[in-house]
């Protein structure tokens, strides 16, 4: 349809078609869409409402800390996909919940409870440990939230606070429970057991019929399948390559350096503690007491503040906080301390810690430096540029092939290209945007206009798909090998699953023990030694752990182990409790405090909701969510 409109919308037929579409909006309109829908709402619990501001806040928030704690970043999906969403309507839920009823009470905090917080809040501090309105304006904007919301959120946080108190105060899980909670969280097993591996030979070959074969296929149809495929093609406009074609001449190189040239020098600067008072007689004391043999680091202990508090790292003239501060710290000597200088926080002494020289590059030093950065900044002008003509000549209707021959450009063509990207080869092309362009592709079908993709390094590639190979069953006289070698592997393991029966309970009834099961096997008792409940391995399967865990000591259990056919015969060997200490006693009692804390307010939310009028739209999330990404950022 798109590709219609482009080749007909500069003809008379285009043109009619437009303005018969212009008439039907201004007769019917666009809005009713829009109306009644209230999206930016995901949740009501009486007369509180869950915002999509607030939401996204806490999203991010909690991202930030997740992609902080594991050390690389989080994406947005890659949160949503562990049910990071979900986890974070189920806490505004409960929070508004009990705001709600905080409401009903008339619970509300007072404006100068608010303040103080607020202004004793770190975020919102600057170098002198006091409150800066410039820092606070800077930090909620960053966060994406105004001021009006945030104070709504910190004043129902207090709200929250005073709730939570009077519902814990003095809260504290029974002893017994702790004991068994610990008992259960730091108890260790060692076991003695044996792997019991497949035997093929077991199976009798000849008896397998093609009856079998094709019952068998029947059963696993699905796993018998081809696997999806794609051929398209590429236009790629690449940093690389754009950039190798440009001849920069040094003449040019000269010019930019003239007239540039305070972008190459660097100021003289100066580090310097910038120590306030709260009058000048203070800070006059101060100096005196110091010329008298003072230490630097005493007196600003002895005003309540640290070196942090006072230290004003590596600034130029024009950075200090004041003119006539900077005018004195840059007339000051190394290790003097003068003044004082009235600051924006009281009079002020200042003590010179250190001098950066300033300096200059040369035109050779710099030279390779701006050659670089003139060739990026063309670059990526050249790149947009043919951007702009390619999409202009698509909406003309031309071809890839007719584009890049009236471009200088090359057409690359991918068959037979997988999920996987087999086949895609392309060294010029990073591996994270082949799978963002094979992720468009497997979304794609024939014939659709597919946007440009520009990745992260400003390449853009125009992509258009050329066939569509459907995953599809394979018939059963193409793999029938394959089916009867499957065949015989899952009879195998029927086997074995039968023998590991038979051993253990021979062990149960006491017939046969585990050491003389080892010598008919021919196989070693192997030891695993202090699993606990959270042992999971290539050999311990989550399954075996909860088997060994739930057997009786001296008592057999069979298992499958962690990766393979294979079964795991064993004996509980041995069960002890971790010796106890103060700080996993600690950890029990408070992960017990905590989870019995949220189950209470779990429960009390729900009976609130009951009682409060509520509404809920968890679906709102995806639309929330593609709205995001479609503006472009989150």
């Known amino acids: 349809m798109l590709d219609f409109l482009r080749r007909n919308a500069s003809g008379p037929f285009g043109l009619v078609l437009i303005i018969l579409l212009v008439l039907a909006f201004s007769v019917w309109g666009i809005g009713d869409i829009f109306r009644n829908y209230d999206i930016g709402t995901i949740a009501r619990i009486g007369d509180r409402e869950v915002e999509s501001q607030e939401f996204f806040f806490r999203f991010n928030r909690e991202l930030n800390k997740v992609s902080s704690e594991l050390e690389r970043f989080v994406s947005p999906e890659e949160a949503r996909e562990s049910g990071l969403d979900y986890q974070i309507l189920t806490n505004l839920i409960l929070e508004k919940t009990i705001n709600s009823s905080g409401d009903q009470m008339k619970l509300r905090p007072s404006n100068e409870s608010l303040t103080k917080r607020i202004r004793n809040t770190n975020a919102f501090k600057n170098a002198f440990n006091q409150f800066d309105k410039n820092i606070f304006n800077q930090v909620i904007r960053q ?26 105060n003095n809260f504290e899980p029974p002893k017994e429970l702790n004991d068994l909670i610990y008992k259960f969280q730091y108890e260790d097993r060692n076991i003695e057991y044996v792997i019991l591996n497949i035997d093929e030979n077991s199976v009798n070959r000849s008896a397998i019929t093609e009856a079998d074969l094709e019952k068998y296929y029947q059963i696993n149809k699905s796993s018998y399948k081809t696997e999806p495929l794609r051929s398209f093609s590429l236009i ?51 100096l005196s007491n110091y010329k008298d043999g003072n230490d630097i680091n005493n007196l600003i202990i002895n005003r309540g503040l640290s070196i942090d508090d006072v230290r004003q790292e590596s600034l130029s003239k024009d950075q200090g906080i004041t003119n006539e501060i900077s005018e004195i710290a840059f007339k000051t000597k190394m290790n003097d301390l003068t003044g004082p200088v009235e600051g924006p926080f009281g009079p002020s002494l200042i ?44 909406a003309e209707g031309l ?55 520009e990745d992260d390094s400003g390449n853009i590639f125009f992509i258009r798909i050329d066939n ?62 202090n699993l606990s409940r959270y042992t999971f391995n290539e050999v311990f399967s989550r399954e075996a752990i909860s088997e060994i865990f739930k057997t009786q000591l001296a008592k057999p259990f069979i298992s499958d182990v962690g990766i393979g056919n294979s079964i ?28 019995m804390k949220n189950e209470l307010l779990i429960a009390l939310s729900e009976e609130l909701q009951s009682e409060l009028k509520s509404e809920i739209f968890p679906e709102r999330l995806d639309i929330l969510f593609e709205t995001v990404n479609s503006q472009g950022s989150f």
């Open 143 to 168: 966060n994406g939230i105004s001021e009006d919301l945030f104070i709504e959120m910190e004043r129902d946080s207090l709200s929250q606070i005073e709730i939570y108190s009077a519902l814990f």
């Open 236 to 286: 790629s406009l690449l940093n690389s390559e754009i950039k190798n074609s440009i001849k920069v001449e040094e003449s040019l190189i000269q010019e930019i350096y003239d007239n540039n040239i305070k972008d190459y020098e660097s100021p003289e600067k100066r580090s310097y503690y910038l120590i306030p008072f709260s009058d000048e007689k203070s800070a006059e004391e101060a």
């Open 351 to 394: 003590y010179l810690l250190s001098i950066e020289q300033s300096s200059k590059k040369s035109f050779n030093e710099a030279k390779d430096e701006i050659t670089k950065e003139y060739k990026l900044n063309l670059t990526q002008d050249n790149i947009y540029n043919l951007y702009n003509v390619i999409e202009d000549q698509r």
């Open 399 to 453: 071809t890839f092939e007719e584009i890049i021959k009236g471009n200088s450009l090359e057409l690359n063509n991918y068959k037979s290209v997988n999920e996987e990207g087999m086949n895609f080869l392309n060294d010029k092309i990073e591996l994270s945007t082949k799978n963002s362009i094979l992720e468009i592709i497997f979304e794609s079908n024939i014939e659709m206009e597919i946007e440009p993709f």
């Open 468 to 529: 569509i190979t459907d995953e599809k069953i394979i018939k059963f006289q193409d793999i029938i090998q394959e089916i009867k070698e499957d065949l015989i592997i899952e009879r195998s393991k029927e086997l074995l699953v039968v023998k590991s029966n038979n051993y253990l309970e021979s062990i149960k009834n006491d017939s046969s023990n585990l050491q003389e099961i080892a010598d008919e096997l021919n196989v070693a008792i192997l030891k695993g030694d």
């Open 568 to 595: 795991i015969l064993g004996l509980i060997s041995e069960i002890k409790i971790q010796e106890e200490n103060t700080e996993k006693l600690d950890i029990v009692k408070n992960q017990n405090e905590e989870r």
